[in-house]
C-alpha cells in the first residue's frame, strides 16, 4: 500500500494510463479526500506543469463560487512527494458517471436531474471564462445517496481571458491537435478543421454524453480512431428515438435535445440547460 505523509487509509479506486486515483483520509482531522498522482516516479516537467494548471484552474472556481451551491469538485492542495504531483480534493462520496451507467438503471427523472447538475456546472465553468474540453462520463461524478453530481478532471481546461473590446465575451483557441477524449470531442477539437475551439465546444461533448446516457451507447463506434474522427465531422447520429424503441418518453420531440449538440455548424449549436427545460418541462 502507498504511503504519503499527512494521509492514511490510502485505496486505490481509479487507473488510467498516465495516473492513478486513492481513495483516503487526512491525519490532521480524519476527513475523506480523493488523491491523484501521476504514476510515473520521475514525471517530466510538462507533466508536472499539467498538474499544477489543473490545481490553479480549480482553485479558481472554487473561490468563485464558494458562497452558492456548485458543481465543480473541490480541490485542497496540490501536494508533492518524491517528486510527483498529488492533487488533493474533496471526496464528497461519489463514483464516476461512466461506471454508474454500467452498474445502475437510471429513471427518466434521475437522468434529467443528472444532466440539469452537469449543465449547471458547465454554466459556472463557461461564466468564468473557462472552457472544459474534456466533457465526458468519466469526468462527472455522481454521488447515488444524495444525487449530488460534480465536474471533474480540468487538466486541459482553458481559462479564456475575454478582450478588452467584450469583457463578456468567449475567448477561442484555434486547436492544431487532438485533444479530449476521442468518442466525445467536438469536429472543432479534431484538429483537422480551421475552426476555434469555445465554450461551445463543451456543449458538443454534453451531447454525446447525454445521447450514452440516456441509450446506453455511444452515438459513433469504431475500433479505428480515424474513423471516430471523420463521424464527429461528417456524420449524423441515428436519432434515439429510432434505436430505444421501448422507452416511450423517446419520442422525436424530445429527442431534438440530443441531437442540437452534435451541429458540425459550431454557431447552431445551445445552451443545454435551456433547452432540457424547454422541451422537458415547459412549465417550469
Known amino acids: 500500500m502507498i504511503a504519503i505523509p499527512g494521509y492514511k487509509s490510502l ?5 488510467s494510463e ?17 488523491l491523484k498522482s501521476l504514476k510515473k516516479d520521475y514525471p517530466t516537467p510538462e507533466e508536472f506543469a499539467r498538474y499544477k494548471h489543473e490545481y ?12 452558492c451551491t456548485s458543481h465543480i469538485i473541490v480541490v485542497y492542495a496540490l501536494e508533492k512527494y518524491e517528486g510527483t504531483p498529488i492533487l488533493v480534493m474533496e471526496d464528497f462520496g461519489a463514483e464516476s458517471l461512466k461506471r454508474l451507467m454500467v452498474s445502475q438503471e437510471f429513471t427518466l427523472s434521475e437522468m434529467l ?20 474540453k474534456d466533457i465526458n462520463p468519466s469526468n462527472i461524478a455522481l454521488n447515488l445517496s444524495d444525487r449530488q453530481v460534480r465536474l471533474i ?7 479564456a481571458t475575454p478582450s478588452p473590446e467584450s469583457p463578456t465575451s468567449h475567448a477561442a483557441f484555434h486547436t492544431s491537435h487532438l485533444e479530449g477524449t476521442l468518442a466525445y470531442i467536438s469536429p472543432e477539437q479534431t484538429g483537422r478543421m480551421n475552426r476555434p475551439t469555445d465554450y461551445r465546444s463543451d456543449f458538443y461533448s454534453l451531447g454525446v454524453t447525454l445521447y450514452e446516457l440516456f441509450t446506453g451507447h455511444l452515438p459513433f463506434e469504431a475500433d479505428d480512431p480515424m474513423k471516430l474522427v471523420h463521424a464527429h465531422i461528417a ?19 424530445r429527442c431534438v435535445i440530443l441531437l442540437i449538440f452534435w451541429e458540425q455548424k459550431i454557431f447552431f449549436r445551445r445552451n443545454i440547460m435551456m433547452a432540457l427545460v424547454q422541451i422537458f418541462c415547459p412549465n417550469c
Open 56 to 67: 490553479g484552474i480549480l482553485r479558481n472556481l472554487n473561490q468563485r463560487y464558494q458562497d
Open 113 to 132: 436531474n443528472i444532466a440539469i447538475q452537469i449543465s449547471q456546472g458547465l454554466t459556472q465553468v463557461h461564466a468564468a471564462h473557462m472552457i472544459h
Open 235 to 253: 456524420k449524423t447520429p441515428v436519432s434515439p428515438h429510432e434505436t430505444v424503441v421501448s422507452d416511450n418518453w423517446i419520442f422525436p420531440e
Open 153 to 159: 478532471d480540468f487538466g486541459i481546461a482553458e481559462l
Open 18 to 34: 498516465n495516473s492513478i486515483v486513492y481513495r483516503g483520509r487526512r491525519d490532521q482531522d480524519d476527513g475523506p479526500v480523493i
Open 11 to 15: 485505496i486505490p479506486i481509479y487507473e
